[in-house]
């Protein structure tokens, strides 16, 4: 992806002293401004709201147009169908070509923000899709320069940039998507352990993506997703990427602001529209997601077809008994631990599936055997017939961990009353930093998964009677012996290796001997020592021969 490592390359340059994390934001933002300004630029077109005279371009055609007491009725129409409008001045083109006349002045970068945001009051229906998503490009940071003018340049160089970009490939294909993903993934590799809260690798995502995806009936035209810690919605487009030729509906929670935003973008600019998507910037396990009351006063979950997920392991939070009461956890007899959440996730994920549907959550391996509260749980999803599949991955393929991690696979409505458990962790491909899944890997286990049957050394379906005489513990050595015995030792081979060696002994110690006994010292001690040592060494000699 030539157009992706040149802005990434480029933008390393450019950000100077700043961390990379932080430059992040001023890069995806400017980037996602562009897109909404020429998706704009495209609708205008396409719904002949302009109609550009000969050598008159879109912008230009838009600017003399939108103005006057016409302004209003456009960016009206325009917010009606997309949600927001770009006025005329604050166009990505009028602005480029400010910053090719040099006419950009420091204060323009901010009035193109809060233009924005001002006109995300036309279409209350969308407000709540676009409000804040630039809150992260903070443009009187300190760390851009210390002064206006030195924070103007370093803006203007990064649109500067970000202009040259090529978002088509030499087939016209729309690449910004995938520019966008690239970007990120370099971003989260650059942040190491502080990226796990923001990305999962496309290996991953892509196994989640489809597990869940397989069960999903034929005859469904708008299938549903959701990932309750969706970080910057990677994983939810590569659901979506399951399903060619069909409109996915997207949900998503995410608690990090900064986060929530990336994700926005990156939908956005793979083309989800906004009423396809509903994100959310809340604690997922303080702030769960209802339908809202029916007729009769009760409050129903909303229940998705696909949930994924891979929430922050061993979370603290919040397990005060009056959480007992809590539909999504009441009926599993315990609560999560303080200190590790990963089973209230869990349960408030499959509290949110469909009966057909089907979830995929990663988790740390403590999950599958620790005691006491997590042990009730496990035990409850078991007798529940909720647990379908358990798949161990390798360690070491995200960048905020080295730990191996299990996926677990959850439906409410098993076929049969067994579990599934892959060992996978022995597949993989070790790259300079972590190590990655093959497609190869991802089939195998894609494979093992959809026939459900014995795999030596890789895959074993249990009963549920094998289960309970493992006292409900999941650990998967219990279930899968991957265990290569050592080839039988060749005592003839030995024998010889060993018998080469004494004699490459006997031979050292022969030419040492012979080395020694032409040393002399002055010293009397030292030739007493000296002496001493070469009789010493004959007799070992005189024994080998």
Known sequence: MTEAKKLWEMANRLRGTMDANEYRNYILGFMFYRYLSEHQEAHLVKEELVEPKEGQSVNDAYVEAASGDDLNDYLEAIADSLGYAIEPQYTWASIMDRVHNNKIAASDYQDMIDSFNHNLNLNKHAKVDFTGVFNDMNLSNDRLGKSTAARAKALTETIDL???????????????????????????????????????????????????????????????????????????????????????????????????????????????????????????????????????????????????????????????????????????????????????????????????????????????????????????????????????????????????????????????????????????????????????????????????????KYAHVATMDEIKENDFNLNIPRYVDTFEPEPPVDLGKVTKELKETQEEINKNESELLSMMKELTSKDQKVQNDLDEFIQMLENEVKRND
């Open 162 to 456: 970000i202009d040259g970009v090529n978002y088509k490939d030499d087939n016209g294909k729309d690449i910004l998507g995938d520019i966008y993903m690239y970007l990120i993934s370099k971003f989260a590799s650059d942040a190491g352990k502080g990226a796990g809260e923001f990305f999962t690798p496309h290996q991953v995502s892509e196994v989640l993506a489809k597990l869940v995806a397989i069960n999903v009936p034929q005859g469904t035209d708008r299938p549903t997703v959701y990932d309750f810690a969706c970080g910057s919605g990677s994983l939810l487009l590569t659901v979506a990427d399951q399903f060619p030729g069909k409109t996915v509906i997207y949900h998503g929670q995410e608690l990090n602001t900064s986060t929530y935003n990336l994700a926005r973008m990156n939908l956005m600019m793979h083309g989800v529209r906004y009423v396809n998507m509903d994100l959310r910037n809340a604690d997922t396990l303080e702030m769960d997601w209802p339908d809202g009351v029916d007729a009769q006063g009760v409050d129903h979950p909303r229940s998705f077809d696909m949930v994924v997920a891979n929430p922050p392991y061993s979370a603290r939070w919040d397990n005060s008994d009056k959480k007992l009461k809590d539909p999504r956890f009441k009926e599993y007899g315990a609560l999560a631990p303080k200190t590790k959440a990963d089973y209230a996730f869990l349960l408030h994920g499959l509290y949110h599936l469909k009966p057909t549907g089907t979830m995929a959550i990663v988790l740390p391996h403590g999950v599958l055997f620790r005691g006491a509260k997590e042990a009730k749980i496990r035990k409850a999803l078991l007798e529940k017939n909720q647990i379908d599949a358990v798949i161990g991955l390798p360690a070491n393929l995200f960048y905020s961990t080295g730990i191996p991690t299990v996926v677990l696979v959850l439906k409410k409505n098993k076929q049969t009353r067994d579990v599934l458990f892959i060992d996978s962790s022995k597949y993989f491909e070790k790259e300079k930093n972590q190590n990655v899944l093959r497609q190869s890997d991802i089939q195998k286990i894609i494979d093992t998964y959809r026939d459900r049957k014995d795999v030596d």
